[in-house]
């Protein structure tokens, strides 16, 4: 029988992918990846992991979340972490980098007591200097996974040669419909019934990546777009907070579009 996942309270599981396999079986190994385009194949290899020497324990993955504003999903894995322990979540933060500095998500991670930096567009020659600077700073601090927490930069060529295929992203949208910064607003405007929130890859598209999970939220007659994105919101923290702790937990492949947790 496979261990029981533990969740903070209040955040029950999202229904979504293969049932799992003992921890212990899955995480052992190395993040493998290949040249950055749609389509790309990547994977968590098991493979290289180093000989079994007694029982097999499984190590916690390091996170570097990004932010650029308030930091709410920041502080839903946060709390996640602090509630089940980085052993039993799968993972823990080691720090949080942001493209602006004075803001909530900031203090959020500095009131958590981990490292931050900070990476302007502007104080850099060009859009590729800064790219190439926000991959240096994120590297520095040798994640497994990087999450974007409302991240509201997108990144080049250098921060995907090196985070391709381990770069999570969330869309207040159910992917392909209407992706880019206004995805509320456009399903709004279209008369879509249902909307809701996607999980996925950063590839060199515009929420374009391989989609983990999705969660519906439906769309009341009287809503506006303030009070459809709060409840967008609230299923968007539960869904990336159970997406990131199976992906570090069980480890997962990327075959095409498919994500598959393993």
Request: charged share 25%; hydrophobic share 40%; with cysteine.
């Amino acid at each position: 029988m496979d261990p029981p996942q533990t969740l903070p309270s209040g955040l029950a599981p999202v229904p979504w992918g293969p049932p799992g396999v003992p921890v212990s079986l899955l995480t052992v190994g190395r993040f493998v990846d290949f040249p950055v385009s749609r389509g790309a194949k990547h994977s968590y290899d098991r493979t290289n992991a180093p000989p079994r020497k007694g029982p097999l324990v499984a190590k916690t993955k390091r996170l570097v979340v990004l932010v650029s504003g308030s930091g709410t999903n920041l502080q839903a894995l946060l709390d996640a972490v602090a509630e089940a322990g980085p052993a039993a979540y799968g993972a823990e933060i080691v720090a949080v980098g942001a493209d602006r500095d004075g803001i909530e998500g900031l203090a959020r991670a500095e009131r958590a007591g981990l490292p931050t930096f900070v990476c302007k567009v502007k104080d850099h020659a060009g859009r590729d200097d800064w790219d190439r600077a926000l991959a240096e700073a994120t590297a520095a601090y040798e994640p497994d996974l990087v999450v974007s927490a409302g991240f509201m930069k997108i990144v080049g060529k250098e921060f995907l040669a090196r985070f391709g295929g381990r770069f999570v992203n969330t869309h207040p949208a159910l992917l392909p419909s209407f992706p880019g910064a206004h995805g509320v607003r456009d399903a709004l405007a279209y008369g879509a019934r249902v909307t809701g929130c996607t999980v996925h890859f950063v590839d060199d598209g515009v929420d374009t990546g391989p989609i983990i999970a999705q969660g519906v939220v439906e769309v009341r007659d009287e809503d506006d777009e303030s009070a459809l994105h709060e409840r967008i919101k609230e299923v968007e923290r539960r869904l990336l907070v159970d997406v990131v702790g199976r992906l570090a937990r069980n480890g997962y492949r990327i075959e095409g579009r498919k994500v598959v947790i393993q």
